[in-house]
């Protein structure tokens, strides 16, 4: 049982370059997220879906976009990077609000 | 906004010797609490959880205590052992609008486990 998978582990880009992250869960988990993570700030929410379907926004959404468009995925988006967006994102699942999360690995993502 | 606090950013622990961690939050109306274990390199992983209608959860070496009167939460680590060093994070959740049933993360411990 993978859990929650994120691709890619690693990532550089470039001021103004776009990219997508991607999610993938095995669980048949409803609701999905979107994190960062900072030094000293632990993790904030970006971005979150409650179903198939569905985006809401979460603590810090500037700058980013996601799609659910299968139940099983989760996309993260940035359209044109910036500096202030080199942190690691985490993704995470669960089967319904008020439980446990289960987070995947991580993409390190750093804009230069 | 809410808010979950730790009291320390760091702490570090003889092995063999029991941990505390501790953790402040600000929302009353929380009532999922919940504790993760994050190695240098992984993503977060479930220690323990507890509910408001309970005041102490127990699991395997670990233990959570919740105290709704001062809005404090504690995780008990009992013969810590080097691999238990890692960051450790409280996080909260409720049906209200700061949270909207999500985790709201504290910003975490590290704990240092010394030979």
Same mark, same amino acid.
């Given at each position: 049982?993978?859990?929650?998978?994120?691709?890619?582990?690693?990532? &550089?880009?470039?001021?103004?370059?776009?990219?997508? $992250? $991607?999610?993938?869960?095995? +669980?048949?988990?409803?609701? +999905?997220?979107?994190? %960062?993570?900072?030094?000293? +700030?632990?993790?904030?929410?970006?971005?979150? #879906? &409650?179903?198939?379907?569905?985006?809401?926004?979460?603590? &810090?959404?500037?700058?980013?976009?996601?799609?659910?468009?299968?139940?099983?995925?989760?996309? $993260?988006?940035?359209?044109?990077?910036?500096? #202030?967006?080199? #942190?690691?994102?985490?993704?995470? #699942?669960?089967? %319904?609000?008020?439980?446990?999360?289960?987070?995947?690995?991580?993409? %390190?993502?750093? &804009?230069? | 906004?809410?808010?979950?606090?730790?009291?320390?950013?760091? !702490?570090?622990?003889?092995?063999?010797?029991?941990?505390?961690?501790?953790? /402040? =939050?600000?929302?009353? /109306?929380?009532?999922? @609490?919940?504790? *993760?274990?994050?190695?240098?390199?992984?993503?977060?992983? @479930?220690?323990?959880?507890?509910?408001?209608?309970?005041?102490?959860?127990?699991?395997?070496?670990?233990?959570? !205590?919740?105290?709704?009167?001062?809005?404090?939460?504690?995780?008990?680590?009992? /013969?810590?052992?080097?691999?238990?060093? /890692?960051? *450790? @994070?409280?996080?909260?959740?409720?049906? =209200?609008?700061?949270?909207?049933?999500?985790?709201?993360?504290?910003?975490?411990?590290?704990?240092?486990?010394?030979?």
């Amino acid at each position: 049982n993978a859990g929650v998978t994120q691709t890619p582990k690693f990532r &550089v880009l470039k001021t103004g370059q776009s990219m997508t $992250l $991607l999610c993938a869960q095995d +669980m048949n988990h409803e609701y +999905m997220y979107w994190y %960062r993570q900072d030094p000293g +700030m632990g993790l904030r929410l970006i971005h979150y #879906s &409650v179903g198939e379907g569905t985006t809401a926004k979460g603590e &810090v959404p500037d700058g980013y976009n996601v799609s659910r468009l299968k139940k099983q995925n989760f996309l $993260l988006g940035l359209e044109s990077a910036a500096p #202030s967006q080199t #942190s690691v994102y985490f993704c995470a #699942s669960s089967p %319904r609000q008020n439980t446990e999360a289960f987070f995947g690995q991580g993409t %390190r993502l750093t &804009v230069v | 906004g809410e808010s979950v606090g730790l009291h320390l950013p760091t !702490l570090s622990v003889q092995e063999g010797d029991n941990s505390i961690i501790n953790c /402040a =939050y600000s929302n009353s /109306a929380s009532d999922y @609490f919940i504790w *993760y274990k994050q190695e240098s390199g992984k993503g977060p992983q @479930f220690i323990i959880d507890i509910r408001s209608n309970m005041d102490k959860r127990q699991g395997q070496r670990v233990t959570v !205590l919740l105290n709704k009167t001062v809005k404090h939460l504690s995780l008990q680590i009992a /013969a810590t052992q080097p691999g238990d060093s /890692a960051v *450790y @994070f409280c996080a909260e959740s409720g049906n =209200y609008g700061g949270s909207q049933g999500n985790l709201i993360f504290g910003k975490g411990t590290k704990l240092s486990v010394k030979p």
